[in-house]
């Protein structure tokens, strides 16, 4: 499989499958998390921003989050179609539920809430940012069923992973082990419901070793997508406070992008990249400021592919070959 830029990107993987580029529109949808509720803890991960990851999503309006009335989701599309009309000429979006945990909710309300996106006319489809933790038989039950009643529409479950070591996991305060993942996995897999995984380079007393170690094993539990994210300092968050005590070095742009080449040619070609670059805040955003510059990482690491002509998956086995 031959791509444009050297991996099979989420741009490339719509307009083969839908025809065209899909825009993602991100939503405010209510939610709150396990790790702030104090069910796990009551400060989030180390890195996540007051705002749960969500700094970029259209803001819902004012409404009770604790009740079954859901947020205008509609009119949040309408806000981000609107918002993104300058750079996005497209006719379709994807609907990405993406601030906090966005299955921590009763089924009830969260089969509101994913049905009125999946019924705009609008919406190729829908991206649910959530916890392996957090879903459940009746979470599930409700992904089936927004299946079944919406089969021209995707519907798509993004797991934080971040890191397989636990020892970063126990310092980042993700709030599970890796077998719950594995068994996320493996269920999400039994229900035919596509997984992009998120894990993050970079991240405080890992060494590059480890982020590839963490990618392979990625690559082994045959995730629809990935997304590949930059260690982002963000200002109010516990991690912030680590960083300005001296406790750990962000990475430079060029490790970056050394980085992501190689964790690129350990994943399989058919594994669709919605992401290498990442989004910080800029208003919250404390380092490494050169990825305020998305457009220019982005460039230089094509550069770099190109240069080095490095591809996406080729460090992986293939079937058949001598080990």
């Not at 989420?10 to 939503?27: A, D, F, N, P």
């Not at 790790?35 to 009551?42: A, H, K, V």
């Not at 594994?271 to 910080?280: M, Q």
């Amino acid at each position: 499989m031959t791509h444009e830029y050297g991996y099979y990107s989420l741009s490339e993987y719509c307009k083969k499958t839908y025809g065209e580029k899909l825009y993602r529109i991100s939503l405010d949808a209510g939610m709150t998390c396990p790790n702030r509720d104090g069910t796990l803890g009551t400060g989030g991960c180390i890195f996540c921003s007051a705002g749960g990851s969500g700094d970029f999503a259209v803001r819902p309006n004012a409404c009770d989050a604790d009740s079954i009335v859901t947020p205008d989701i509609y009119s949040q599309i309408e806000r981000g179609k609107s918002q993104s009309a300058a750079k996005f000429h497209g006719t379709r979006y994807i609907a990405y539920f993406q601030a906090y945990t966005n299955t921590y909710g009763s089924p009830e309300r969260l089969y509101q809430l994913y049905t009125e996106a999946l019924s705009h006319p609008d919406i190729a489809g829908i991206s649910i940012a959530t916890r392996p933790d957090c879903l459940s038989k009746d979470v599930l039950d409700v992904l089936s069923r927004c299946r079944t009643e919406y089969p021209d529409r995707f519907i798509w479950i993004e797991l934080g992973l971040q890191t397989i070591h636990e020892r970063t996991a126990l310092y980042i305060r993700r709030g599970y082990p890796l077998p719950v993942f594995d068994e996320a996995m493996e269920t999400l897999h039994g229900r035919n419901i596509p997984c992009i995984v998120h894990v993050i380079a970079g991240l405080p007393f890992e060494d590059a070793a480890q982020f590839y170690e963490t990618v392979s094993y990625v690559n082994s539990c045959r995730p629809f997508g990935m997304k590949i994210q930059l260690l982002h300092v963000l200002r109010g968050t516990d991690l912030a406070a680590e960083y300005e005590n001296g406790r750990f070095q962000i990475l430079t742009m060029q490790q970056y992008i050394e980085m992501t080449a190689h964790a690129l040619t350990l994943l399989s070609p058919d594994i669709v990249i919605h992401r290498l670059t990442g989004d910080g805040p800029k208003k919250l955003l404390i380092a490494p400021l050169w990825s305020a510059d998305k457009k220019n990482v982005r460039n230089t690491l094509h550069r770099y592919l190109k240069d080095h002509q490095i591809t996406q998956g080729s460090g992986v086995p293939q079937k058949g070959s001598a080990p």
